[in-house]
């Protein structure tokens, strides 16, 4: 098989009568790309940007679609969006309870499972922790360096410049990475308990260091998204897995 890594030799391409059967695209730019007349039986599309654009499918677009199924299937889901305090805590509860459903009815020997090059159930509470450090740690309390050395790091971040040092090369314990998460877990809701709309109105710096300045509600936000994102992978995944 054929692996095309770091290319831009595609932009503006066309494909003509060409056979993408089984073909897989991970972390690549497919923005504005065109298909007409092509046969897309199982055609399985994954994007967690999907909700910030347009996916137009004969015409229509189906985000809209895809998000409302989703709050369905994720009761609770649409409060990621909340603009109030009462709203972010209700969010935070229904992902947590969520989450807490899908932790204690994994078995053990499933917990450092993969699919592919997906995260495992426990790299995926890693990278939790993580997001947590980053939006709750780094952005609203303002810490210096506000993340865990279990942290799971996104794809890229080494190119992006970030300090890799800061996280130990062996891997915890299913059990460490349950405290450590349970942990991160009581600071948001402990946060979220007292704050306050006019808390919610004040800006911080993009913990990434990005241009965007976004809001304490923003960060909050961010992390509901992550949590409920995250949360739909690992489900997709160990529903594979079960199903052999």
Not at 94 to 103: D, F, K, P, S
Request: proline share 5%; with cysteine.
């Amino acid at each position: 098989m054929t692996t095309y890594s770091g290319t831009d030799e595609f932009e503006g391409a066309r494909f003509i009568r060409a056979s993408f059967k089984g073909a897989t695209v991970r972390f690549s730019d497919v923005s504005g790309m065109t298909m007409r007349g092509v046969d897309v039986d199982g055609l399985d599309i994954d994007s967690h940007d999907l909700f910030f654009g347009s996916l137009l499918v004969n015409g229509v677009d189906v985000v809209p679609f895809v998000d409302a199924e989703l709050n369905r299937q994720f009761p609770g889901r649409e409060l990621q969006k909340a603009q109030t305090p009462e709203g972010l805590r209700e969010g935070w509860v229904a992902v947590q309870a969520a989450w807490q459903e899908t932790v204690a009815g994994t078995p053990p020997d499933l917990v450092d499972a993969q699919v592919e090059d997906e995260w495992s159930l426990a790299q995926t509470l890693r990278h939790l922790v993580l997001a947590t450090d980053a939006w709750l740690g780094g952005a609203i309390l303002g810490v210096e360096q506000p993340f865990h050395e279990i942290g799971q790091v996104f794809t890229g971040a080494a190119e992006m410049g970030f300090d890799m040092s800061i996280f130990r090369a062996d891997p915890p314990t299913y059990d460490e990475v349950l405290a450590v998460r349970a942990q991160r877990q009581l600071l948001l809701t402990d946060f979220l308990e007292t704050v306050t709309p006019e808390q919610l109105a004040e800006e911080r710096k993009d913990p990434w260091g990005g241009d965007w300045r976004p809001t304490v509600g923003d960060c909050v936000r961010v992390i509901l998204e992550e949590e409920w994102a995250h949360l739909r992978y690992i489900r997709r995944d160990l529903a594979r897995i079960s199903a052999g």
